[in-house]
């Protein structure tokens, strides 16, 4: 289990992150998402013992992690663009990792090389972006880590090499108990694949919670009242993050969970409502809404 408490960071006078508790769970995707700026990579890299907090403790099962060479064999970090040796070859850089990490897996490496079409002996600098991050997510997979951190790993990937990575982290998941931590600012790349998430927002933890309790605590719903009556008073009881009409079809976001909405809308007798499934995407931007980043804020 990774826990981290209170920790604070700043480069001179911007703090990147402010007093950020969460904790990460074994055995389950854990999504690491926010806005641009948030500070999801300055976590990543204190995780991974590349910076030092300026307070707060990160302890990952049990044990400080920074100047800890014997903890950082338990994770593997893939950072937004990973720096390979001048002139290697995916080979040379299996050949220093399986040096750094007792439980690397050639074989395995080689398969998955097959795999995926490519060549261990070309020079890494001719490869794409995308074909560096196939590179790195083969390279971490078969370091056999405990954990696996991951900063923006998705982007550059095209909808298939998407697929199988996540098809990779499911099977290592559950043949190992492999425990990935994904930070992204794409939703839509998490949205099938993270069970927790930590929201984080200019430094700070917005939330940090399971996506199906957090989808409980917010609803969307579409309905066309019955003449004469108002869905805001219909649902005056709830907070509303947005409503958006359509001649006489209505189609409100709020706070609170389906039983309570849908016993709200039933009461008021409407001509037609349906309850409708909610995207990450449309959860976190009512949940940063709630705090003053809008995008309407943004667009003025």
Not at 100 to 111: A, C, E, L, W
Not at 113 to 129: E, G
Not at 171 to 183: K, N, S
Not at 274 to 287: G, K, R
């Amino acid at each position: 289990m990774i826990k981290i408490t209170n920790v604070t960071k700043s480069f001179d006078d911007i703090k990147a992150l402010n007093n950020v508790t969460l904790d990460v769970a074994e055995g389950s995707v854990f999504g690491l998402i926010g806005t641009n700026g948030a500070g999801k990579s300055t976590l990543l890299r204190i995780l991974s013992g590349v910076l030092k907090q300026d307070e707060g403790e990160v302890l990952i099962d049990g044990s400080s992690v920074f100047e800890a060479p014997d903890v950082k064999l338990n994770f593997f970090f893939i950072p937004d663009e990973a720096y390979f040796f001048k002139s290697s070859t995916p080979k040379t850089i299996a050949g220093y990792y399986s040096a750094v990490y007792p439980g690397f897996d050639m074989t395995r490496f080689k398969s998955l090389m097959t795999n995926f079409s490519l060549d261990t002996k070309r020079r890494i600098s001719t490869f794409s972006k995308g074909m560096k991050k196939q590179l790195s997510v083969i390279t971490a997979i078969c370091a056999n880590t405990k954990y696996i951190y991951c900063d923006e790993t998705f982007d550059g990937l095209d909808p298939v090499m998407r697929q199988a990575v996540k098809s990779l982290f499911a099977e290592e998941m559950e043949q190992r108990g492999l425990t990935p931590i994904i930070a992204s600012h794409n939703l839509r790349e998490l949205e099938d694949i993270c069970e927790n998430i930590g929201y984080l927002h200019k430094g700070g933890v917005l939330l940090s919670q399971n996506v199906n309790d957090l989808k409980l605590g917010i609803c969307k719903i579409q309905l066309v009242p019955k003449e004469g009556t108002n869905p805001n008073e219909i649902f005056k009881a709830f907070k509303t993050y947005k409503h958006e009409t359509r001649g006489n079809l209505h189609t409100l976001t709020l706070k609170g969970n389906i039983e309570e909405v849908e016993a709200a809308a039933k009461a008021a007798s409407p001509v037609f409502s349906e309850i409708l499934p909610l995207t990450l995407e449309e959860i976190f931007i009512s949940e940063a809404e709630s705090i003053g980043y809008s995008i309407k804020q943004l667009t003025l």
